[in-house]
């Protein structure tokens, strides 16, 4: 994974990748690039956490559910709120 951090470059800053300067037309390719697969990423676990919703969960737990039920409701509940969100 890249290092990103700032140097100074003349008389104002610079943006660095592992220690080298990087020109403002990569830096924005590379930032539209993160934007579509988030995104994307977003689009997808919104479309699990559909389908998890919807799993029947009994409560208490008997003998017939799975005990991790309750927890993929709620990490879908979550990732549908953050796709909600963006």
Do not use: Y
């Amino acid at each position: 994974m890249s290092e990103w951090t700032e140097g100074v470059c003349s008389d104002g800053a610079a943006i660095l990748r592992d220690g080298q300067p990087v020109p403002i037309s990569e830096l924005l390719d590379h930032l539209n690039r993160c934007e579509f697969i988030r995104s994307a990423a977003l689009e997808e676990a919104a479309k699990v956490a559909d389908e998890l919703t919807h799993v029947p969960i009994e409560w208490p737990i008997s003998g017939n559910t799975r005990p991790h039920e309750p927890t993929q409701k709620a990490i879908a509940i979550a990732i549908r709120s953050l796709k909600d969100k963006t």
